[in-house]
Nanobody, 119 residues
Framework: QVQLVESGGGLVQAGGSLRLSCAAS????????MGWYRQAPGEQRELVAR???????NYAKSVKGRFTISRDNKNNTVYLQMNSLNPEDTAVYYC?????????????WGQGTQVTVSS
């Protein structure tokens, strides 16, 4: 099993920055993909950014150029640096990990961390 614990959320004014962290522990395979999703009230959960084992990244168009995802494999930690935040970024942010085993893809979620951006 894998456990994901997010931290770094909070309240910030528009234009400000936050850095989210996600620490993974347990049976983590070398080859995996980690990412950040977010869910605003009344909205579907959406992909924000993801990073594969080779450090290639993908971003939602709404955050590209403002957010940066990175990972520290030695500490099994993924980060999301969020700059130029606006109220539309307000959501619960969830860490996500998926890794392929012999039988199936195993998927894990963190509990989420609240990000609130005020005007």
């Amino acid at each position: 099993q894998v456990q994901l614990v997010e931290s770094g959320g909070g309240l910030v004014q528009a234009g400000g920055s936050l850095r989210l962290s996600c620490a993974a522990s347990g049976s983590i395979l070398r080859i995996n993909t980690m990412g950040w999703y977010r869910q605003a009230p009344g909205e579907q959960r959406e992909l924000v950014a993801r990073i594969i084992y080779g450090d290639s990244t993908n971003y939602a168009k709404s955050v590209k150029g403002r957010f940066t995802i990175s990972r520290d494999n030695k500490n099994n930690t993924v980060y999301l640096q969020m700059n130029s935040l606006n109220p539309e970024d307000t959501a619960v942010y969830y860490c996500h990990l998926i890794q392929r085993t012999l039988r199936r893809d195993d998927e894990y979620w963190g509990q989420g961390t609240q990000v609130t951006v005020s005007s």
